[in-house]
């Protein structure tokens, strides 16, 4: 008798029985019913390393920390040290601040595939953005000062239709340049070939 998760069941169940049984028990993909021809593939997708959210959660300690000692200090100074309370608003805020920085570090990633790259972004509202590479007429890679002490780098795409650029964030310098000359050697012989 066999026992597994709940989602052992309906079709992935199948699935998984059809991947355990030998080549001789699969039937045939031109007697399957209902076939739609050949499966996609999966994009491989990156994530964005983890440099950008220490950048991005130190930012707000030094902001918000600034914040909780003026809330905190100042009122109780000049007026009651029960006023020293206003404080906990920026520690409140800190602490969620935190976790979404983290949730939305996580949810950023793109994928290079055959004919575009993918990017996908967002917690609440997710985002998928596909850049054709023949579309691309501009990538740049750009480090502000921050970023530079932080060791990263974001890639910026501008395509013919402004409504598509669009940027990956936080990368690291190496992989910020090797994205760059790819997407610009694929756009070019994109566009060579339209």
């Known amino acids: 008798m066999e026992t597994g998760s709940p989602d052992d069941t309906g079709?992935?169940?199948a699935t998984r029985a059809a991947d355990r049984a030998g080549p001789a028990d699969q039937p045939?993909?031109?007697?399957?019913?209902?076939?739609?021809?050949?499966?996609?593939e999966e994009p491989v997708w990156t994530g964005l390393p983890p440099g950008l959210l220490r950048m991005r959660r130190l930012l707000l300690v030094v902001w918000l920390g600034l914040l909780t000692l003026a809330a905190g200090v100042l009122p109780a100074l000049f007026l009651d040290p029960l006023?020293?309370?206003?404080?906990?608003l920026p520690l409140a805020l800190l602490?969620?601040?935190?976790?979404m920085l983290g949730r939305n570090w996580r949810?950023?990633?793109?994928?290079e595939?055959?004919?575009d790259l993918l990017i996908s972004r967002g917690v609440l509202w997710r985002e998928e953005t596909v850049?054709?590479?023949?579309?691309?007429?501009?990538?740049?890679?750009?480090?502000g000062p921050v970023e530079r002490h932080f060791g990263l780098a974001s890639v910026q795409l501008h395509t013919a239709a402004a409504a598509t650029d669009a940027t990956i964030p936080g990368l690291d310098p190496a992989e910020a340049e090797r994205l760059r000359d790819r997407l610009t050697e694929l756009g070019e012989a994109r566009s060579a070939g339209l």
């Open 83 to 88: 006023w020293a309370a206003l404080a906990l």
């Open 28 to 40: 045939s993909p031109a007697g399957a019913a209902g076939s739609a021809g050949p499966a996609r």
């Open 113 to 115: 595939r055959v004919d």
């Open 131 to 143: 850049v054709p590479y023949g579309r691309m007429q501009l990538v740049e890679v750009t480090s």
């Open 95 to 99: 602490a969620w601040g935190w976790v």
């Open 11 to 13: 079709t992935a169940g």
């Open 107 to 111: 949810s950023w990633r793109y994928a």
